[in-house]
């Protein structure tokens, strides 16, 4: 009685929310933190970035569950010694494997039992031994823009958090309009803006709480500088010619912006490590 019970409330959850979308994927977000690398002995920031390229390039060849990795450091959020990863996995079951996996990973990554212990006692002797879980979300795989280009300078990673309203508050709304124009946004503007190096559309999984309220939804975009970052650079000219008839494309806006409740939060600004990325 009480597994049938169980069940019933899983439906149940999946009706109310409409949630989970088995094509989309799903990202992890955790937090680690550094020690101060002019107290670690013979530490230097840039022997730090060595040992992160040499164990991210190492680990994220033989990671085959993982998808995609950012590493994300200070910029203009959080205290110094944060850094953030945000990993992505087609279902948790797969995050859970990479984790599991780990161990023998690293054993084929520098199979010399020695040189292995050498080389994690030099690099774990800049972090503190913990770590914070921050969200697990879903990846809306249909509307995301992944980097396609070489980059090897430090990018910037903007996460801003827009909202979603009921549908009930909707006038003739409808989940099926409502994902076509963010379809025809994304694929009309975010994709033919040349200033958004990549961009994912994030939403409740696992993490907070969901109901009887405004849907969250987090955007994460990249670009090359602190400057398109902030002002969202290139949005205005492309979206003038997705729309070139002024009247249609106010027309559009009013119809998409219904579904979109007013304000927004910013979560971060990131200094994205693309060497120890994942693409």
């Known amino acids: 009685m009480k597994t049938k019970i169980l069940f019933t409330l899983a439906i149940m959850t999946g009706v109310m929310f409409g949630q989970y979308n088995p094509d989309n994927h799903v990202v992890t977000f955790s937090k680690y933190y550094l020690n101060n690398w002019n ?3 013979d530490g230097s920031l840039t022997k730090l970035f060595e040992l ?3 164990e991210s390039s190492k680990m994220n060849a033989l990671d085959k569950e993982l998808v995609s990795l950012l590493v994300l450091g200070h910029r203009d959020s959080g205290s110094l010694n944060e850094v953030v990863r945000m990993a992505e996995w087609k279902s948790i079951a797969d ?6 996996g780990a161990g023998d990973m690293r054993k084929k990554a520098w199979p010399n039992d020695e040189k292995r212990k050498a080389f994690f006692d030099e690099y774990m002797k800049y972090w503190e031994p913990k770590h914070t879980d921050l969200a697990v979300m879903e990846l809306v795989t249909s509307r995301i823009k992944r980097n396609k280009k070489k980059i090897t300078e430090f990018t910037v990673v903007r996460t801003v958090e ?4 009921p549908m009930g508050d909707v006038e003739g709304g409808s989940v099926e309009e409502r994902e076509a124009l963010f379809d025809e946004y994304f694929n009309k503007v975010i994709m033919k803006n040349d200033k958004i190096i990549s961009r994912r559309e994030l939403k409740h999984y696992w993490s907070g709480s969901l109901g009887g309220g405004k849907i969250p939804v987090l955007l994460v975009t990249e670009y090359t500088n602190i400057t398109d970052a902030v002002t969202g650079t290139g949005n205005t000219e492309v979206i003038k ?5 002024e009247e249609e494309r106010k027309a559009f806006f009013e119809k998409r912006n219904k579904y979109i409740a007013w304000g927004h939060k910013d979560i971060g600004i990131h200094t994205n490590w693309v060497k120890m990325a994942k693409r």
Request: overall charge negative.
């Open 39 to 41: 107290e670690v002995e």
């Open 52 to 54: 992160m390229e040499e």
């Open 95 to 100: 995050a859970d494997k990479s984790t599991v």
């Open 162 to 165: 827009l909202n979603l309203k």
């Open 241 to 245: 010619k997705a729309w070139p008839d």
